[in-house]
């Protein structure tokens, strides 16, 4: 069984801010991947647009793994990304849209997934991911070598 968690952020304003995102996955209680990105601030940038990039990255190592037909558990605490991307709720407008249509076509493609949306206390290493990306942006130079310690294998 895959577990796993995603989360994404806008700072300093959102929208228009520096996104973030994170995303970690876990085989049996043993971490087997993560990553972390970042969009530069700009008008089309979110804290949706970044749990939606999350999400897609976390789909599409899957999708590279092959394993479309594992029981996989994906959980988020963006209650719009669960609900539209699992069919309770409709895919409205916004920045989002275009990125929330793409996960939800890469939802298609497995045969076990489920998604669980957690409170924001259980998703701490998706957060500290998506957070990381956003401060390597907005502080250039700072280090990020402690950062990286605590998601050693």
């Known amino acids: 069984m895959y577990t796993a968690f995603f989360d994404g952020s806008c700072e300093p304003r959102n ?13 049996g209680g043993e971490r087997v991947w993560h990553h972390s990105g970042m969009i530069p601030a700009s008008p089309a940038t979110s804290n949706n647009v970044a749990e939606y990039l999350a999400f897609i990255t976390a789909l599409d190592w899957f999708i590279g793994q092959r394993l479309t037909t594992a029981p996989i558990v994906i959980q988020g605490d963006s209650m719009l990304v669960i609900k539209q991307c699992f069919g309770h709720w409709k ?10 249509i793409e996960a939800k076509n890469k939802v298609k493609k497995f045969s076990a997934l489920q998604g669980k949306w957690i409170s924001r206390e259980y998703n701490s290493l998706a957060d500290e991911l ?17 950062w990286a310690d605590c998601f050693k294998a």
């Open 15 to 27: 929208p228009g801010g520096t996104a973030g995102y994170g995303a970690v996955i876990f085989k």
């Open 91 to 100: 895919i409205k407008k916004g920045l989002y849209a275009q990125y929330a």
């Open 130 to 146: 998506s957070r990381a990306a956003i401060n390597r942006e907005l502080e250039p130079g700072v280090s990020t070598a402690n």
